[in-house]
């Protein structure tokens, strides 16, 4: 079709084109902002993420830390729970400054670690205070079982050898006098 | 020979005896008082782990070494976080005296577990990475401790006294505390003061 300039149909084009062209730049302003809000949406679910991962990873860890200390009551030897709760800590303090420097992707990472090496510290506390309860147990009624007999053997001893030494040396005695 | 004259220190040897073998299930449920102090130790030593060349003149972008330490005497294995706080001359210190920490923020911490009678020691590498000078005074852009940045906009003022830019690097040792269920400020901290040469 052959549109002569200034003609009404070439003006109609122009208007047609202008109306795209308006709308294409619409489009190209609405794809804009759309990333600008959608990076924004992103950003805040990771900053809630890693606040809750945080949460998280000091329940865990603090957790692990009173049943080590229950474990440690009752005698247990604690030292290696310990060595792997620092390493926790570690984490967990690295997790705080990612986390205060708005990297939450590295926060929550840092965070998951400690909560799972948290969770294993309290599983193996929780292990170590019962067997170092049975052992408790044992160990105090052994204690007790030689403390009596020790107590009774002495007693019984005792008197023993008093009723020797009486009998020996007023016989002694008695006889020397005769 | 009349053995009947010998009888109480026979009857008091006999009962030593009998309480010496007593005395280990005695133990198990009478708990003796311990007379010794419960207490936390905070120190900060120099590159050598000594009590010596601590960083004082700091140039910008060149790496300082300290260790700080914590010993534990409170009898059971505790939780301590170590905060450490970077300051100019005006900024405040905690305050020993009601056992306040210092209002401001941390750079970064220390999360760390000492069982009873044992220490904890760290490594703390620092650098100033920026600085920005104005018209008799400084401003520390930037700070980078074990390899992590800390943007800190630090301001101070010329020292005429001194003859220098001080800052104060310093750490704060708090305790998680079973009866709030919270961390506290332990009242125990420790610093160098750092002369920022440019």
């Known amino acids: 079709?052959?549109?002569?300039?200034?003609?009404?149909?070439?003006?109609?084009?122009?208007?047609?084109?202008?109306?795209?062209?308006?709308?294409?730049?619409l489009m190209l302003f609405l794809v804009m902002a759309s990333q600008f809000f959608v990076s924004v949406t992103i950003a805040e679910v990771g900053e809630d993420e890693g606040a809750s991962g945080l949460i998280d990873a000091e329940e865990k860890v603090l957790s692990a830390y009173l049943a080590v200390l229950e474990a440690e009551k009752t005698g247990a030897n604690v030292s290696s729970l310990l060595v792997q709760l620092n390493e926790a800590g570690e984490f967990l303090a690295r997790a705080h400054v990612e986390y205060r420097l708005g990297n939450f992707e590295e926060a929550s990472h840092f965070a998951n670690s400690s909560r799972n090496i948290g969770m294993e510290v309290q599983n193996a506390a929780v292990e170590l205070k019962d067997l170092a309860s049975s052992e408790g147990t044992q160990h105090m009624l052994f204690t007790m079982i030689a403390s009596v007999v020790g107590v009774a053997l002495i007693a019984l001893g005792s008197l023993r050898v008093w009723y020797f030494m009486k009998k020996r040396y007023s016989g002694g005695f008695s006889k020397a006098n005769l | 020979m009349n053995v009947e004259v010998y009888r109480g220190w026979f009857i008091v040897g006999s009962l030593t005896l009998m309480l010496a073998a007593a005395a280990p299930t005695l133990t198990l449920f009478i708990n003796m008082p311990i007379g010794s102090e419960r207490f936390s130790e905070l120190w900060l030593l120099g590159p050598d782990k000594k009590a010596e060349d601590y960083p004082f003149n700091v140039r910008v972008n060149e790496t300082y070494r300290v260790y700080v330490g914590v010993g534990n005497h409170l009898g059971y294995s505790a939780y301590y976080r170590v905060y450490v706080k970077f300051r100019n001359q005006t900024q405040p210190l905690p305050v020993a005296s009601n056992a306040t920490p210092s209002?401001?923020?941390?750079?970064?911490?220390?999360?760390?577990?000492?069982?009873?009678?044992?220490?904890?020691?760290?490594?703390?590498?620092?650098?100033?990475?920026?600085?920005?000078?104005?018209?008799?005074?400084?401003?520390?852009?930037?700070?980078?401790?074990?390899?992590?940045?800390?943007?800190?906009d630090s301001f101070s003022a010329w020292n005429s006294v001194r003859n220098g830019f001080y800052y104060q690097l310093f750490f704060e040792l708090w305790l998680y505390n079973m009866t709030s269920q919270s961390f506290g400020f332990h009242n125990r901290f420790v610093g160098i003061w750092l002369n920022v040469t440019g």
């Not at chain 2, 750079?107 to 490594?123: R, Y």
């Open chain 1, 1 to 25: 079709m052959l549109i002569r300039v200034g003609s009404p149909e070439s003006g109609e084009l122009r208007r047609a084109l202008s109306i795209l062209r308006l709308f294409f730049v």
């Open chain 2, 103 to 152: 209002t401001l923020p941390e750079l970064c911490e220390f999360d760390f577990f000492v069982m009873d009678s044992t220490v904890w020691e760290a490594l703390l590498k620092f650098e100033i990475l920026g600085v920005q000078r104005l018209n008799g005074s400084m401003i520390v852009k930037s700070l980078s401790i074990n390899e992590i940045t800390y943007l800190i």
